[in-house]
């Protein structure tokens, strides 16, 4: 039995229930610059070009999760350049100022964050080239460094860019890619979540912050996965509740679903399936489906 994900899998979109749909839909399109892909009912999709990234489905009748339970820590979104994240960020501070809340260096990246209007952590940020990436024994090197968001809009914001945050919505479908390229969770701790996800789903561990933080990913890159307990040590499972929906993870075939699919009855963890997709809970009935690329939109 094959233990590790494919090298090419990829994170797809985060879906998110949400109380307002309209004020959410708002700030995933005008002040993050994704585009509606696909609006019917109480189901927004939000991505560019064919790519979701942001599912939200509307759950008024839904509460928010209490302080220090599991569940999301931020969507994070990768941009194709620094000018693209430049013309995101700037579009985000003038749209919405109120939701920023902090940049940083990361060796790896640059990232800036943000809480969209219902409290769910957002992530934008852009890779560096993986040449300039130091590994050391299997382990990545990251750090939180200082970036200074106004210097970094003053080197990278072009008029284009300043255009694509005025814009309409139309436009920003032609103006770079983006798409979600980590999904950060909040666990209970530690320990759990390796087993999970590393030694059952198949991510590889690339770094830790102590017993804190735990990053895996697949195919060499930073990571596409983080759980971390900051807010939520010794969390149990979630109940039904405003946030995260599910986060889905794209491997390359069908036969890849199928032997994770064999891989993780294996290992007892209870599985649905509809013959397009496979889905199952962490141990924080955190919800996770996996797809392939053909069916991302559909699913």
Do not use: C
Not at 161 to 177: C, H, K, N, S
């Amino acid at each position: 039995m094959t233990d590790l994900l494919p090298a090419d899998s990829a994170m797809g979109a985060v879906t998110l229930r949400v109380a307002d749909l309209d004020r959410m839909t708002a700030y995933y399109r005008d002040a993050v610059t994704l585009s509606v892909l696909a609006a019917e009912g109480g189901r927004v999709v939000l991505g560019r070009g064919a790519t979701p990234a942001v599912v939200l489905e509307h759950a008024p009748e839904l509460k928010h999760a209490g302080p220090g339970e599991a569940g999301l820590f931020h969507t994070a979104i990768v941009f194709d350049t620094p000018e693209t994240l430049a013309a995101a960020v700037y579009s985000v501070a003038r749209r919405a100022p109120g939701t920023f809340t902090g940049s940083a260096d990361h060796l790896v990246s640059t990232a800036f964050y943000f809480t969209d209007p219902e409290g769910n952590g957002v992530e934008l940020y852009w890779d560096r080239d993986r040449s300039l990436w130091s590994w050391t024994h299997g382990q990545v090197e990251m750090d939180t460094l200082y970036l200074d968001p106004n210097a970094f809009l003053s080197e990278h914001l072009t008029e284009r860019g300043v255009a694509l945050a005025e814009a309409t919505q139309a436009a920003t479908t032609l103006f770079g890619d983006a798409s979600v390229g980590h999904v950060h969770l909040s666990v209970g701790d530690v320990a759990t979540a390796r087993e999970f996800y590393v030694d059952r789903l198949g991510f590889e561990a690339t770094a830790s912050l102590g017993g804190s933080a735990l990053f895996v990913s697949a195919g060499g890159y930073h990571h596409h996965m983080a759980m971390n307990t900051w807010n939520s040590r010794g969390a149990g499972r979630r109940r039904l509740a405003l946030g995260l929906g599910e986060v889905q993870l794209k491997l390359p075939s069908s036969d890849d679903v199928g032997a994770l699919a064999e891989r993780m009855r294996h290992y007892g963890v209870q599985t649905r399936e509809d013959g397009r997709s496979l889905g199952f809970d962490d141990p924080w009935s955190n919800a996770v489906r996996v797809v392939t690329e053909a069916e991302e939109f559909s699913a």
